[in-house]
């Protein structure tokens, strides 16, 4: 993350897709739950406007901490890779960063127990699917009970429209 004119560079993030159910107005940042007199950690990061945001991943020991304090999974990198997130950068291709973008990602559990990322962190939703990907038909969930009943209702209505009409004939 750089300063607004790009000349400082204030830490280098890696981050999990994290999904609100409406888009932020303005910056909200949220924090982990931590024991008194501990510093609060940053837990998820949503920009103005989207719904889609950014959680943050903690090196392992941080995160197996976190777990068992706040008895929810915790998404980690290698503790080797904690020592990038404080290196200077000025491109994204410089080799501390790349590093950080192949970084194997897991999840650590309040158990202490190592899981693949995906098994614990939902999925950032997917594009919606091409007309190619879409079924030739669609599945048949409905009756035809409504139909009959409103041609019912229609034959009464004409019914009773011909009697009056026959009544004012007279």
Same mark, same amino acid.
């Given at each position: 993350? #750089? ?5 400082? /560079?204030?830490?280098?993030? $890696?981050?999990?897709? @994290?999904?609100?159910?409406? +888009? ?6 949220? #924090?982990?739950?931590? *024991? ?19 959680? #943050?991943?903690?090196? @392992?020991? @941080?995160?197996?901490? $976190? ?13 080797? /890779? ?42 950032? +939703? ?5 007309? *190619?990907?879409? +079924? ?9 009970? +409504? $139909? ?10 004409? #019914?009773?429209? $011909? ?8």
């Amino acid at each position: 993350m #750089f300063s607004e004119d790009g000349a400082h /560079l204030y830490g280098t993030f $890696l981050a999990i897709h @994290k999904q609100r159910q409406y +888009p932020a107005q303005k910056p909200i940042i949220t #924090f982990e739950e931590r *024991a008194a007199n501990s510093p609060e950690a940053v837990k998820a990061w949503f920009y103005p406007g989207d719904d889609t945001g950014h959680e #943050f991943v903690y090196p @392992k020991p @941080k995160a197996v901490a $976190l777990a068992k304090a706040n008895n929810t999974p915790v998404p980690s990198m290698p503790a080797e /890779l904690a020592a990038n997130t404080t290196k200077p950068a000025t491109t994204m291709q410089e080799p501390h960063v790349v590093a950080m973008k192949q970084a194997p990602l897991k999840a650590q559990k309040p158990t202490e127990e190592e899981v693949e990322i995906a098994e614990v962190f939902v999925a950032s +939703p997917q594009a919606p699917p091409s007309p *190619a990907q879409l +079924p030739a038909t669609l599945p048949t969930t409905g009756s035809l009970l +409504p $139909l009959i009943g409103l041609v019912g209702l229609l034959s009464l209505g004409a #019914f009773l429209g $011909l009697k009056v009409s026959a009544v004012r004939a007279k």
